[in-house]
Each structure stands twice: as C-alpha cells, then as structure tokens.
C-alpha cells in the first residue's frame, strides 16, 4: 500500500544550537524533534532510513526508545559533509522517496501526502517576508531556477522572499544517478542536496514546486526557533483537547506534553504541567500543579500539588502542597502538606496535614499500606 521511501536527515551537527546535545534530540512538549518527524513518516512508508552521523549512538539508542522498525545509516560526514552528502550510499525500496529534515517538529503526514506530485522533483517553497536562515529560491521568467543557501548568496539573492522549506520527493532513479555528481565548491565546503534542483532543470527533468505553509515546515537550527516551536506545539495539543471538551482555563499558562490523555469532564486551571504519559480522566487539576506519568480519575488536585510517576489517584481529594510519589490512593482525602510516596491507600480514609509516608531507609524503600477508612491525624 505504500508507494514511497523516507528518509529522514539527522546528521548535521546542529552547531546553532550552542549545545552538547544533538539538534534533532533537543525536545518539543516532552519529546525529541525527531521523534515527531519519525513519527509522521511511518505514516507514509514502510521504509524509513535516519541519517546519522554526529553523536549516532545515542540519537539511535533515543529513537529505538520509541521505534523499532527504522533504519539507521551513518553519513559518511567526512568526506561527504552536507544535506547532500547525507542521502549518499541509501537505496531507496520505492520508485519516489521524500527527503525530510530531521530537524522539522511541526510536520505533518498530511502535508507531506501533498507532495505526491507526478515530477522528477517536487520541492517544498515558503512564501516569507523574511527568508532569514532559509536557502533562496531563485525563479526566473516564473519558473525556479536554483536554490541558493544563505552563505553562499548575493546581495539580490539574500533579497528574495521565496525560500526553501527543506522537503523534497525524488523520483529514486534521478537521485541516485544524480547524487554523485555533486560537488562541495560553495562557502560550506559541503554537498548540497539542494543543488539536485538545478541539475533537474539543466536536464530538462519536471520540477514542481509545492507551496507549503511555515508552520508545519518551519526549520528548528536555535534555541530562539525551538521555543517558537514549541509555542506552536503546545497550541496544536490543548486545541486539540479544548475541541474535546476539556475545559481550560486560561490556555496560555498551560503545558501539556505529547502523549498525555484527557478524558471526559475533566478541568485544567491555569499554571498546570501535564507531562509523560499522565492520564486525567473526569477530574479537576488545580492552578500550578503538576502531573508527572500518572493517573488521575475522579479525582481533585491542587492547587499547587504535585503528583510524580507512577500515581494513581482515584476518587480522590489532593490539595495544597500534598506530594505523591507511586501512590496508589483509592478514595482518600489528603488536603494540605503531605508526601506519599511508594504507598497505598484504601477507601475513606483522611491523612492529616503534615503526614509523611517514611519510604527510605538510606539504603532501600519500603512500601506504607494504609487500609480503610482510617483516620490519620495531623503530624503523622
Ligand atoms: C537546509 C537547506 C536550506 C533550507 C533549510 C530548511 C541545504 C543545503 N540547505 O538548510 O536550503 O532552506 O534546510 O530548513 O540543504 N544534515 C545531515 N548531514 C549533514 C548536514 C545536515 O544529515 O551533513 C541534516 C541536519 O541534521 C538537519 C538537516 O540535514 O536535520 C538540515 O541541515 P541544516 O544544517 O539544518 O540545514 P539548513 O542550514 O537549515
Ligand atoms: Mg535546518
């Protein structure tokens, strides 16, 4: 059913970043941004390839956390460096293969299906009014004659407006026969995947650019970028929850990570993190509190509480500055200055202000059951 190979590009070292950690690894609402570009992929395609080279190891061990049915190739990045040098040595399975930028968090499955175009290449174009960090797309007498990077560009080419998103689909047979005439001679000293472009037209191959909009394509390369990013993002999800019929109040000041679930009548007030793989089922979590890999159903939280991994509060009451840490809490009411941590908690029972469930002893933690309706008084 699929008729396409992807491959994503992974590789570069992400020099704007300023950091230590691999561009594609730095996340977005909880996650690598290459996850997310992995993850529209397999939606296409059943043969994807992720172009590695720069701290490989841990940017594959990362990506099997969450897929395994990937390929991992490692650029030849000395001798070939350069979005070009990247895609050089795959064999591609289907006739087409998109080139996606790992490096891309917004994109989506159903902009990339725009790009089944019948062409030797479609190219992805923005429409900016400034190309700032993009690579220039040249057009003369209404047709695109090249692209351009930024460091490589002219005063009048560094004017245009039209730039390149970074996403191309290649008919497999030209990109393999055209990638090894590439070369590095610009101001990188790298092999430009870009210059495939004016190698097609040259050959009088169909070019066709796609115009495409900057919030699915937009290029993460700093910190500024991945903040704006991750501003999109955190829109995407809480609209997609406010449509649901979650109730939110002020959005703004909230923050939800990809993979947690809100269900039913649930309300998140204002300063809430919702983060991992936590789940809100029918419940209310109040101002500045936080949820962390855990469970909540029926449940009142906060304000200010803050409920870490593995929690599972059902029909519960949790109020000001109350922590739980791998509690189970069936029906119990905890409503001011507590820590239950690695303890289980039956029906009906109240916990005091200032309890303390005692779970380490220096060397080993300990498990604290609490039964039924029981009574547990203040400064326990
Ligand atoms: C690239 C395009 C530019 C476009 C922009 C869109 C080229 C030469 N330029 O520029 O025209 O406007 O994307 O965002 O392609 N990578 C490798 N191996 C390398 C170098 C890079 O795999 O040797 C990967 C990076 O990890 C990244 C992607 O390719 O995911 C793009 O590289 P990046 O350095 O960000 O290119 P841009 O300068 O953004
Ligand atoms: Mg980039």
Do not use: W
């Not at 509060?313 to 109020?319: A, V």
């Amino acid at each position: 059913m699929f008729n396409k190979s992807i491959i994503v590009l992974a590789a570069g070292a992400g020099t704007r970043m300023k950091s230590d950690t691999p561009k594609v690894l730095h996340k977005i609402s909880g996650k690598p941004m290459l996850y997310y570009s992995i993850k529209e992929a397999l939606k296409l395609s059943d043969d994807i390839t992720v172009v590695l080279f720069h701290q490989a190891q841990r940017v594959q061990a990362e990506m099997e956390k969450y897929f395994s049915n990937i390929n991992f190739v490692i650029q030849d990045h000395k001798n070939y460096p350069g979005t070009g040098g990247a895609v050089m040595g795959i064999t591609p399975k289907y006739e087409k293969v998109l080139v996606l930028n790992g490096d891309m968090p917004l994109i989506q499955a159903s902009e990339l299906e725009k790009f089944d175009i019948d062409a030797t290449i479609v190219m992805s174009v923005l429409k900016l009014e400034s190309a700032d960090g993009y690579g220039r797309v040249i057009i003369e007498n209404g047709n695109v004659k090249k692209i351009v990077e930024q460091k490589d560009a002219n005063a009048t080419e560094l004017a245009v407006t039209i730039a390149n998103a970074g996403i191309y689909q290649f008919e497999t047979k030209f990109l393999l026969e055209n990638l090894p005439k590439l070369n590095n001679n610009n101001a990188q000293k790298e092999y430009y995947i870009t210059d495939l472009v004016e190698m097609a037209i040259d050959q009088g191959k169909v070019l066709k650019p796609l115009v495409v909009n900057e919030e699915n394509f937009k290029g993460v390369n700093s910190k500024v970028e991945l903040a704006d990013a991750e501003v999109i993002h955190q829109n995407r999800i809480k609209k997609e929850f406010l449509k649901a019929g979650v109730i939110m109040r002020l959005p703004d000041t909230i923050y939800i990570e990809e993979g947690v679930q809100i269900e039913g009548e649930s309300i998140i007030e204002n300063g809430v993190s919702l983060l991992g793989n936590s789940k809100i089922v029918n419940s209310h979590i109040k101002t500045n509190s936080v949820v962390e890999d855990s469970i909540v159903v029926d449940s009142d939280v906060g304000p200010m509480a803050r409920i870490r991994p593995l929690s599972e509060l059902n029909k519960t009451h949790i109020g000001n500055f109350v922590e739980t840490k791998k509690a189970k809490l069936t029906g119990v009411k905890a409503g001011h200055l507590s820590y239950l941590g690695d303890c289980s908690i039956d029906e009906g029972t109240n916990i005091g202000c200032g309890t303390i469930t005692c779970n380490y002893d220096g060397v080993n933690k300990h498990q604290t059951i609490i039964g039924k309706n029981v009574f547990v008084g203040s400064d326990t």
